[in-house]
T-cell receptor, first 113, second 114 residues
Framework: SAVISQKPSRDICQRGTSLTIQCQVD?????MFWYRQQPGQSLTLIAT?????????ESGFVIDKFPISRPNLTFSTLTVSNMSPEDSSIYLC??????????FGPGTRLTVL | AQSVAQPEDQVNVAEGNPLTVKCTYS??????LFWYVQYPNRGLQFLLK??????LVKGSYGFEAEFNKSQTSFHLKKPSALVSDSALYFC????????????FGGGTRVLVKP
């Protein structure tokens, strides 16, 4: 199984600022995903990040709000831009390869004041 | 569109008793089914998956799940629950390969009482 780390593990941010979350994997993976888990809710896919191409965003999520980078096969970043309290969530990075299950990072707990 | 339903928000069970967490799914093609567990302040941990083959799949920590195509269900089971099994459980479905979207159910909180 892949080992995934995320930075920061948690942060408290002011309204209107931006936060970049980093995701590092210990092996090369084809597919990387970013999810959001709002308080008491299930996981919602934000976007799929493939190396060498633009991320594919799900309905309700846009690149201006959640820009994503995928510079290589082991690393990705998600930026939460112009934050509001509604962005307070856990953001999770996930990886998959082939037919295997997805593995998840420990998450980044974001609180926006 | 694919979807997952977990009809119970919470399941309470006494330690040592059998534990069942229900999941039904809807997908247009062949389903790839997964169970994950989330402990407080932790990420999701993979428990088990059904891709093809035997309908009864065994996973981590003594959990198992049975794929029932006619009932479109994939219930998670454990013969004897432990207090440490108390956590949030998510069922998920994907159609086909890892490039396709993984859709999660709403989650079921399991509380195992001593």
């Amino acid at each position: 199984s892949a080992v995934i780390s995320q930075k920061p593990s948690r942060d408290i941010c002011q309204r209107g600022t931006s936060l970049t979350i980093q995701c590092q994997v210990d092996s090369q993976v084809t597919m990387m995903f970013w999810y959001r888990q709002q308080p008491g809710q299930s996981l919602t896919l934000i976007a799929t990040a493939n190396q060498g191409s633009e991320a594919t965003y799900e309905s309700g999520f846009v690149i201006d709000k959640f820009p994503i980078s995928r510079p290589n096969l082991t690393f990705s970043t998600l930026t939460v831009s112009n934050m509001s309290p509604e962005d307070s969530s856990i953001y999770l990075c996930s990886v998959a390869s082939g037919y295997n299950e997805q593995f998840f990072g420990p998450g980044t707990r974001l609180t926006v004041l | 569109a694919q979807s997952v339903a977990q009809p119970e928000d919470q399941v309470n069970v006494a330690e040592g008793n059998p534990l069942t967490v229900k999941c039904t799914y809807s997908v247009s093609g062949n389903p790839y089914l997964f169970w994950y567990v989330q402990y407080p302040n932790r990420g999701l941990q993979f428990l088990l998956k059904y891709i093809t083959g035997d309908n009864l799949v065994k996973g981590s920590y003594g959990f198992e799940a049975e794929f029932n195509k006619s009932q479109t269900s994939f219930h998670l089971k454990k013969p004897s629950a432990l207090v440490s099994d108390s956590a949030l459980y998510f069922c998920a479905v994907r159609e086909g390969t890892a490039g396709n979207k993984l859709t999660f159910g709403g989650g079921t909180r399991v509380l195992v009482k001593p």
